[in-house]
């Protein structure tokens, strides 16, 4: 009985773990793209490989809006022609103009944080993403959005070697 209990327990887990990747790839091959500039990001190696901590310069421009932040929460942001994004006010449940999408953010320090907020990439390729100006995010119909890399000057992803 405890073997049964177990084996569907451990099937369930691991059911519900292969949806929520279905799902992220779903995202990136049907999602649309959306950029954020990068405000200065710090390179940094870590035991586990390279990785870059990323800000956005969204995080910035968000303090000059007059409700401020909440500790956590969206703030709507809009994509222009090319699909750069712009922070148009902090999300307080009203109804959403056509092509404006949500993005998580949680305080920190006074200011506002998007997750993700790092980037891995393989160890040895740091000076490849040096001069990445965008962080490339995928959005879905429902919302959910992943980073699925940074880009250069002209919106172009940045491919390791």
């Given at each position: 009985m405890k073997k049964s209990l177990f084996l569907i327990v451990s099937l369930a887990v691991f059911a519900i773990f292969n949806y929520g990747i279905y799902e992220k790839e779903q995202i990136k091959v049907h999602?649309?793209?959306?950029f954020l500039e990068l405000a200065p990001v710090d390179p940094r190696s870590l035991m586990q490989g390279d990785y870059m901590r990323l800000r956005y310069a969204v995080e910035r421009t968000t303090s000059s809006d007059i409700n401020g932040p909440k500790k956590r929460g969206y703030m709507v942001i809009a994509p222009d022609d090319r699909g750069i994004a712009r922070f148009v006010h902090f999300y307080g449940g009203e109804s959403l103009q056509p092509g404006v999408r949500l993005?998580?953010?949680?305080e920190e320090y006074g200011g506002v944080r998007i997750v993700p907020d790092s980037f891995m990439f393989q160890?040895?390729?740091?000076?490849l993403y040096r001069n990445a100006k965008y962080g490339e995010f995928?959005?879905?119909?429902?919302?959910?959005?992943?980073?699925?890399?940074?880009?250069?000057?002209?919106l172009q992803r940045i491919m390791p070697h």
């Open positions: 999602g649309q793209t959306v993005l998580h953010y949680h160890e040895g390729q740091a000076e995928k959005f879905d119909s429902a919302g959910h959005y992943i980073l699925v890399g940074l880009a250069d000057e002209k």
